[in-house]
């Protein structure tokens, strides 16, 4: 009896990797780190003929080229750059947090900051820049009572001489 379908495409996971690979955009540490050392470069690019835009037009937190300023301010107004903007709002994890959740150090809660979108063309010729405010929260307490099961309180023996002795 034939298949009702056939399966064509079974071996196609080399195709699905380069897929994927092509609309990799940078990882947040590494707009994080574009954000405090070359925001100032990255807004003022010299013209590349190979980038959309002739690299004129760069969204910062997104890390992606657009063809004109009208299709960069309707990036801002997108779902896309707000979730990364948010994204960004924590600092990014660093290889001192592995390290304290090794057990190398005390584990630090990551500051929150308020991100604010880039400025346009004009904006920044008249002298407004990228900001990356750090809020200072209050440390909130652990939760004492994590869970719902009683704490051993040091009467082990009682515990095993409630077991072991018969039900009557």
């Keep these: 009896?034939?298949?009702?379908?056939?399966?064509?495409?079974?071996?196609?996971?080399?195709?699905?990797?380069?897929?994927?690979?092509?609309?990799?955009?940078?990882?947040?540490?590494?707009?994080?780190?574009?954000?405090?050392?070359s925001s100032d470069?990255?807004?003022n690019q010299d013209v590349d003929l190979e980038k959309p835009g002739f690299a004129q037009f760069y969204c910062i937190h997104c890390a992606t080229y657009y063809i004109n300023d009208r299709a960069l301010q309707d990036h801002f107004r997108t779902k896309v750059h707000k979730?990364?903007?948010?994204?960004?709002?924590?600092?990014p994890y660093t290889v001192e947090d592995s390290l304290k959740a090794a057990g190398q150090g005390s584990f630090v809660q990551?500051?929150?900051?308020k991100m604010e979108t880039q400025p346009s063309k004009q904006e920044y010729?008249?002298?407004?820049?990228?900001?990356?405010d750090v809020m200072i929260e209050e440390e909130k307490p652990a939760k004492q009572n994590l869970s719902k099961a009683p704490k051993?309180?040091?009467?082990?023996k009682k515990i095993l001489d409630d077991l072991k002795a018969p039900a009557t």
């Design 110 to 113: 990551p500051q929150k900051r």
């Design 152 to 156: 051993y309180d040091g009467q082990f």
């Design 1 to 37: 009896m034939p298949y009702a379908r056939k399966k064509m495409h079974s071996g196609d996971t080399h195709l699905r990797r380069r897929w994927r690979l092509r609309s990799r955009k940078k990882d947040l540490d590494e707009i994080n780190q574009d954000l405090q050392t």
């Design 41 to 43: 470069q990255l807004l």
């Design 125 to 132: 010729a008249e002298g407004k820049r990228v900001k990356v």
């Design 83 to 91: 979730r990364r903007l948010k994204a960004l709002e924590v600092e």
